[in-house]
């Protein structure tokens, strides 16, 4: 039987819908979600200072990644609207995402940290390649590699869905399976 919010729940929810934050937040860590890594490569911040590094690499652990069409060959990966990866791919069309196995979960808690240390110390004992269109790191390793170019940016509440055109794509000889994010944790099949 479906049951109708009374007013007194609407309002104590904070949501017209009657559903609260956790109750949602609980309702959807029972859905596994595969986990990958979001990467790019941001502008120089002074390209007339010689010195500055001419880009710096930019990461994101995310879960919210899907596939959308097969013709044309479309992704979708959901950003917290206002984050610094949803603030670069404003402004960079190119970049790249990295489909991690279960041994990367460091990479996957790396990536996730809140008040981490800059990308560049996050980078630098990951053994990667760049994506030959994006120039973004591509994880040794990954179950796939992906390059795109934003297509659309939809905000939806929250968040900013980015839609991108598939570039390229690569099944390296990647060993174990999916990294999976179920019930706030990471986890692996079997």
């Avoid at 603030?87 to 069309?93: C, G, T």
Wanted: proline content about 7%; glycine content about 8%; hydrophobic content about 40%.
């Amino acid at each position: 039987m479906l049951k109708t919010p009374s007013p007194t729940a609407t309002a104590a929810s904070g949501h017209a819908e009657g559903v609260s934050n956790d109750e949602f937040r609980a309702a959807m860590s029972r859905l596994a979600d595969g986990v990958v890594l979001v990467t790019a490569q941001e502008p120089p911040l002074d390209p007339d200072d010689p010195g500055a590094p001419a880009t710096e690499d930019v990461g994101m652990t995310a879960t919210a990644f899907v596939s959308v069409s097969l013709d044309p060959p479309l992704v979708l990966v959901s950003l917290r609207e206002g984050s610094r990866m949803d603030d670069l791919l404003a402004e960079q069309p190119l970049w790249a995402v990295s489909v991690l196995t279960e041994s990367q979960r460091h990479i996957a808690g790396r990536f996730a940290m809140k008040g981490r240390v800059s990308d560049r110390l996050l980078f630098a004992d990951i053994p990667y390649a760049r994506g030959e269109v994006s120039g973004a790191p591509l994880v040794d390793g990954a179950l796939a590699t992906l390059e795109c170019r934003t297509e659309q940016r939809v905000t939806a509440g929250d968040h900013t869905l980015v839609i991108g055109r598939v570039l390229t794509a690569h099944v390296p000889n990647a060993d174990g399976g999916p990294l999976l994010y179920f019930r706030g944790r990471y986890r692996q099949l079997g």
